[in-house]
């Protein structure tokens, strides 16, 4: 059975700094994909991210970065020099790849974590 | 440039009741899910389906049925709604063949009273 672990509930920041919002997964699969969301106060889910197993090299997106670590399953996500616009809930989730893919949309969510960042 | 559209956005019902959410996507995508959020436990497959005509079981499918008619139609049904299904309920289709990204809609929020 596959697992997500968000051990923060809740982050607490002050703008500018940076935060790092933990990620460890279980899966019995060599395929798998991982993902980030966000869930601003207005409720919908808005996609960040999508790594694929084979896939380790590290991802920066602006302010945002991705470590993804295979030895220990874990794959995290930084937001450098946070802004009050980044608070939300954040989610990591993992799904398997299935017969002929048919999993991709099959996600396993993490409990997520309240990112707070203060003025 | 709609993607995809859940209605209704807010509903009350009392315990017994049944009602149908759908959910309406334009991008021609196979896959389409329903999913329910709950404080504090990230969000859990309900039903999902890979195409018009089937259905699947996801995690949390007892007390639901969903049907697929039509491929941009996604519904999911509650036929004696009952108060631990008090929850935010989203639907998300696949993007399969290009991104792999999930598209999600915007929520409906289910109380049962």
């Known amino acids: 059975a596959q697992k997500v672990t968000q051990a923060q509930t809740e982050i607490s920041v002050v703008e500018k700094e940076d935060v790092t919002l933990d990620c460890v997964y279980e899966?019995?699969?060599?395929?798998?994909?991982l993902f980030w969301y966000k869930q601003p106060p207005s409720g919908e889910l808005v996609f960040l991210i999508r790594r694929n197993s084979f896939d380790e090299q590290n991802e920066i997106s602006g302010r945002y970065s991705w470590n993804f670590q295979k030895s220990t399953s874990s794959f995290n996500f930084t937001i450098t020099a946070s802004q009050v616009v980044d608070s939300a809930v954040y989610f990591c989730?993992?799904?398997?790849?299935?017969?002929?893919?048919?999993?991709?949309?099959?996600?396993?969510f993490g409990q997520g974590t309240i990112l707070t960042v203060h003025p | 440039n709609a993607g995809v559209t859940q209605t209704p956005k807010f509903r009350v019902l009392k315990t017994g009741q049944s009602m149908t959410l759908l959910c309406a996507q334009d991008m021609n995508h196979e896959y389409m899910y329903w999913y329910r959020q709950d404080p504090g436990m990230g969000l859990r497959l309900i039903h999902y389906s890979v195409g018009e005509g089937t259905t699947a079981k996801g995690e949390v499918p007892d007390g639901y049925n969903v049907s697929r008619l039509k491929k941009q139609n996604f519904l999911l049904g509650l036929e004696s709604a009952a108060p631990s299904q008090t929850s935010v309920y989203f639907c998300?289709?696949?993007?399969?063949?290009?991104?792999?990204?999930?598209?999600f809609g915007e929520g409906s929020r289910l109380t049962v009273l």
């Open positions: 989730a993992l799904s398997d790849y299935g017969a002929g893919g048919t999993s991709y949309g099959k996600l396993t």
């Open positions: 998300a289709s696949l993007d399969r063949a290009n991104t792999g990204e999930l598209f």
């Open positions: 899966t019995r699969d060599t395929t798998y994909y």
